[in-house]
């Protein structure tokens, strides 16, 4: 099993990349971008020492069938999928947010609550709620995009406006957005037996209209808990049985790494990464309802220079 965790292409009309946690971003011609999705893993904004065979095929592949499935909610930057690993796609201005949507009080948001907190970016939490619980209604709560190596940090609606951020218009359209296409991944996932628990969404400006950008209702990006018994789960206050990368951050935290300073991620034998591709090949096939076909067998930077080259030529 090969992970691609790193990447240096030279494609046709390039302008320049931006190496992201996971992500590959190479500019063409500041029209189009090429985001390839590497293999590498970060959690509590730390990209640890080792890859996930077949995790970013798997992340591109989910984010683009999600993509199309939700274009009649808003317009999105995808163009095409010409590689396993990679989406082409419109060049947007990004905001500097991240709009995420949570439908249940568990993660950093029940960690801060069982702290004593009782508002998460401005969004009131009443007491006496517990770890997994819904919430009446969805609540956003959006946090500041930091640059590489910095952390996100919550920030409230009336803060990001105050800030010039974004414009309160644009504001408007990006929590309608967030809503509704939260709403969709709710629905899609029930159909699957899985609950959509909480997500993120990136946006970008492109010739003054808001796309949706980046990937959308991934494990990267999202969590999802299994409609079987989370009832009694819940009553019982026992964990929820999850499909997302918190298993993750939860077996680097049992091992003493929240990537503060002076931490050191925990060793990643064959045995855990290997763990981690089965969790994650498991909700692939679990939301999207196909089986997963791993692309193996090839040089995989080489396929990919060969298929963005060739469908960039063709453009």
Known sequence: MKALTMTDFYFPKQKSVYHGKVRDVYNINDEKLVMVATDRISAFDVVLPEGIPYKGQMLNQIAAKF??????????????????????????????????????????????YKNGAREICGVKIPDGMRENEKFPEPIVTPTTKAEQGAHDEDISKE????????????????????????KRGTEIAAERG????????EFGKHNGTIYLMDEIHTPDSSRYFYSEGYK?????????????????????????????????????????????????????ERITGEKFVKSEGEDIAARIKKNVTTFLDDK
């Open 67 to 112: 993509l199309d499935a939700t274009r009649d909610i808003c317009p999105n930057w995808k163009l095409a999928t010409p590689d396993p690993m990679v989406t082409v796609g419109v060049r947007c201005e990004g905001f500097p947010v991240e709009m995420i949507v949570r439908g249940y009080l568990c993660g950093s948001a029940w960690r801060s």
């Open 194 to 201: 899985l609950i959509l628990v909480d997500t993120k969404y």
């Open 232 to 284: 009694e789960r819940f009553e019982k206050s026992e964990p929820q049985k999850q499909l997302s990368k918190e298993f993750v951050r939860e077996w680097l935290m049992d091992n003493g790494f929240q990537g503060k300073a002076g931490q050191r991620a925990p060793e990643m034998t064959p045995a855990i990464v290997e763990s981690i591709t089965n969790r994650y090949v498991e909700l692939f």
């Open 159 to 182: 803060e990001i406006i105050a800030q010039g951020l974004v414009s309160p218009e644009d504001y408007e359209v990006l929590e309608k957005y967030t809503l509704r296409l939260f």
